[in-house]
């Protein structure tokens, strides 16, 4: 166990390397030419590694957790539209009206919505579990976003949720997130993290205007500048990030850390595996890729941390919404690998 803040922090085990050559041996057998089913055959190893089983069991019971905060820097021009509109997808989240809402459905996954600091007060809403830490983050335009106390407590309640749906049966976990302005902040911590510029991680999120990148790209740069100063990943988190970010990255360490498959989404997924993988190093080894995000960090990321997705549809909506729909592949290749036949005469 490391150390992070005043408590132990859950070391990843290493991929099973016995399980995924056991994997590509049985690859070798199934009643197919050889290499016939591509990246889906590396999926299946990769799967193996991941349980340290082989076959990998097949995941039948997906669960979406979304993680819902807000970000100070909203007020700084950080978005073109208003903090307001996170609580409002809270609630379109929870009447089964969104896009993750459909293709959850869709593929057969429960959604959870996990209200970690939005700015607006919720009303009880069906499928919506309060566990806030603040209303909202402070300006990373002006300061710190979290104290590292405030951060540490959102990556707990990844870290408990996480390890609460494992408990009830959940066995491939898929990380979305809610929040206006958390691009901003993901830009920010990916900066730090991989060590680029302001200009080549900012994008256009939720649709600032082509005037407004710039001033997005500065509000970027000064944080990234502020992380220089940081002694350790979590004052990282604390300094750029966002209460879902930091949560999304205790969902991360947490399933890796149970041996359960999990899928990351796109920017902010990525900032927050990054921050998971600086936290609790190896756990990006155990990530599933789902897509590969039209915002330009995304793909930073992906680099940064050698990971492949197994989707490109030029999304860059959020929510969980392409690690959602990556799911079927990561059912499929484990079914295949555990259910296709021998080739003859084996």
């Known amino acids: 166990m490391a150390e992070v ?3 132990p922090f859950p070391s990843v085990p290493p991929l099973d390397v ?6 590509r041996q049985r690859w070798a057998t199934r009643a197919m030419p050889p290499g016939a089913l591509g990246r889906l055959q590396d999926l299946g190893v990769h799967l193996a590694g991941v349980t340290g089983r082989c076959p990998p069991p097949a995941p ?6 979304v993680f819902a905060g807000d970000h100070g820097v909203v007020a700084d021009g950080a978005s073109a539209w208003p903090s307001e509109i996170t609580a409002a997808m809270v609630a379109t989240v929870s009447s089964g009206g969104a896009a993750i809402s459909v293709f959850a459905d869709a593929v057969g996954a429960q959604v959870v919505v996990v209200d970690v600091g939005v700015k607006t007060p919720l009303p009880p809403l069906a499928g919506v579990r309060s566990e806030r830490v603040a209303d909202g983050t402070a300006s990373i335009a002006t300061g710190a976003a979290m104290t590292p106390d405030q951060a ?3 990556v707990a309640v990844g870290i408990r949720i996480a390890s609460e749906q494992i408990e009830a049966g959940a066995d491939c976990l898929i990380g979305g997130d809610l929040g206006i302005g958390n691009t901003t902040a993901a830009a920010a911590l990916i900066g730090a993290f991989t060590g680029r510029l302001a200009e ?10 082509a005037a407004g990148l710039d001033h997005k790209r500065r509000l970027v740069t000064a944080a990234i500048q502020r992380t220089q100063g940081c002694t350790g990943p979590l004052e990282v988190l604390a300094v750029a990030g966002g209460f879902e970010i930091a949560a999304l990255a205790g969902l991360y360490v947490a399933a890796a850390q149970n041996r359960v498959p999990y899928i990351v989404d796109g920017v902010i997924a990525g900032a927050a595996l990054c921050a998971a993988d600086a936290l609790a190093p190896g756990t990006a080894a155990h990530a599933i890729a789902g897509h590969r ?6 793909s930073i990321v992906l680099d940064h941390l050698g990971l492949n997705p197994l989707l490109d549809l030029n999304l860059r909506l959020g929510e969980g919404t392409g690690a959602c729909l990556a799911f079927p592949l990561v059912q499929a290749s484990a079914r295949a690998l555990a259910d296709m036949a021998d080739l003859p005469n084996r």
């Open 18 to 23: 016995q399980a995924m050559e056991l994997a």
């Open 152 to 154: 540490e407590a959102a």
């Open 60 to 65: 039948r019971r997906p669960v979406v957790v």
């Open 5 to 7: 803040g005043s408590h």
């Open 293 to 298: 995000s039209s915002e330009p960090a995304a």
């Open 200 to 209: 080549e991680v900012t994008g256009h999120g939720a649709g600032v205007p």
